[in-house]
């Protein structure tokens, strides 16, 4: 079964500043796609990001962006230019061929002033 | 993007009686939807992928009886939470693909809290 790990369950980031969270996960698949969905305190899951598995580029959307390091399995999330409304749970999230979506714990993203 | 809601956004009801939840993609057609179930700080808990016109396939552990899943059209599937109990109280949230294929986004619904006294 596919695993998703997020190992940091809180992280904290001074408002402008740069901050990277971390996701590992488990696959035997080749085909597959990994996405950071975004969950304020309204609770809408909101898609950030998404990484094609066979693509080799490094997927970018304005001040997000995914270090995707295939061979290790892991694909984490920096966000630059922090802003407070930047603060929420990111949720990294693997979807296979199969189709269903699988999630890792989360990491509480704080954004000071 | 894509629009899907979800109704009601929170739900009150008492034990033993049963809550129907709706999941609608108001913009685009779904062949698939998927149910999850969030507890508070937890992550999101795929309980069932509901397909339009056939039954839906549950996650092991869960009850098929207890949680009723409808995919009547491509635009609508509904959750019954039947005969409702308070550890049944929980985060709620349905999520439909546009199109087919892994490539695909899900779109969230809101999401209803249900509280069962």
């Known amino acids: 079964a596919q695993t998703v790990t997020q190992s940091q369950p809180e992280m904290s980031v001074q408002e402008a500043e740069t901050v990277t969270l971390s996701c590992t996960y488990d696959?035997?698949?080749?085909?597959?796609?990994l996405f950071w969905y975004k969950q304020p305190p309204s609770r809408q899951m909101i898609l950030v990001i998404r990484q094609e598995a066979y693509k080799q580029q490094n997927a970018t959307e304005n001040r997000f962006s995914v270090n995707f390091q295939k061979a290790a399995k892991s694909f984490s999330l920096k966000i630059s230019d922090s802003q407070l409304g930047d603060a929420a749970m990111y949720f990294c999230?693997?979807?296979?061929?199969?189709?269903?979506?699988?999630f890792g714990a989360g990491t509480r993203l704080t954004v000071k002033p | 993007g894509a629009v899907v809601s979800q109704h009601p956004s929170w739900v009150i009801c008492k034990s033993g009686t049963s809550v129907k939840i709706e999941c609608r993609s108001l913009?685009?057609?779904?062949?698939?939807m998927f149910w999850y179930r969030q507890f508070p700080k937890q992550s999101l808990m795929l309980m069932a992928t509901?397909?339009?016109?056939?039954?839906?396939?549950?996650e092991q552990g869960v009850e098929k009886d207890k949680f009723l899943i409808n995919h009547a059209s491509l635009t609508l599937s509904t959750l019954t939470v039947t005969s409702a109990h308070p550890e049944d109280s929980s985060f709620y949230i349905c999520?439909?693909?546009?199109?087919?294929?892994?490539?695909?986004?899900?779109?969230f619904g809101a999401g209803t809290r249900l509280s069962v006294l």
């Open positions: 999520s439909a693909d546009m199109g087919a294929g892994v490539q695909n986004i899900q779109y």
């Open positions: 696959t035997s698949e080749s085909d597959y796609y």
């Open positions: 913009d685009f057609q779904a062949t698939t």
């Open positions: 509901s397909n339009e016109g056939s039954k839906a396939t549950y």
């Open positions: 999230a693997y979807r296979s061929a199969g189709n269903d979506m699988r």
